[in-house]
């Protein structure tokens, strides 16, 4: 029973270069959340998706931050032009969404680090 | 929309006691606790929801006064393996299902 997987797990990127980070959610769970963290910080809120669909996005830099999460493949959160600001470790987070109280309890991906140079 | 959690930092001695705190300004539907190592993902160690409930998992526990918007994270007689950044996630009573997590207590068990 895999968990929540994220690929890849460390990439350098020059200034201006993209990135794409994926995440596979576990089996069964259909919503999404993408959070980042700086050194010695804490999880800071990016983005909830369901399949096909942005549910919250208040959390998400205005420009050059992209996320999706499509109805076959893993959820992609891409970072256009990136800047040494940028560098940070990206979580992802699943959970199965509906039903019980505990439905929203998340299960974290083990992240993904990100170094522009 | 970050909740607040206090204090920062604690150092323990194995065996002491610690309260961890987490506020928010905003209603809450439920209050989640994780626990994060150094260059590990966060694990969920419980969920707490309106009510006032009360939860344990083995010598942790907490509780939430949803009236006052705050939940504590109590940790009795601590060991070693306790030691780790203890994260606060609430989720509002109105609005999506995403947590926002509080600014993290780094907690250190020594022996």
């Known amino acids: 029973n895999a968990g929540v997987m994220q690929n890849p797990r460390h990439l350098v990127r020059r200034r201006g270069q993209e990135a794409r980070l994926r995440c596979s959610p576990m089996k069964g769970h259909s919503h999404v959340y993408w959070y980042r963290q700086l050194p010695e910080e804490g999880l800071k809120f990016m983005v909830y998706l369901q399949k096909e669909n942005i549910i919250d996005e208040s959390g998400m830099p205005k420009e050059r931050f992209s996320a999706e999460f499509p109805k076959e493949g893993p959820s992609i959160l891409r970072i256009q032009q990136v800047v040494r600001g940028d560098s940070a470790a990206y979580f992802c987070a699943s959970s199965p969404g509906t039903g019980s109280p505990g439905a929203n309890v998340l299960t974290f991906g083990a992240g993904s680090r990100l170094t522009v140079l | 929309q970050q909740p607040v959690q206090s204090p920062q930092a604690v150092i323990l001695r194995e065996g002491e006691d610690a309260v961890i705190n987490c506020s928010s300004s905003k209603a809450l539907y439920s209050v989640h606790w994780y626990r994060q190592k150094h260059g590990e993902a966060p694990i969920f160690l419980m969920i707490?929801?309106?009510?006032?409930e009360q939860k344990g998992h083995d010598k942790i526990s907490a509780s939430f006064n949803e009236k006052k918007q705050q939940s504590s994270l109590y940790l009795t007689a601590s060991q070693l393996s306790y030691s780790g950044t203890y994260f606060c996630g609430t989720r509002r009573v109105t609005g999506a299902n995403n947590l926002f997590f509080g600014t993290g207590t780094r907690l250190t068990v020594i022996p």
């Open positions: 707490l929801l309106k009510g006032g």
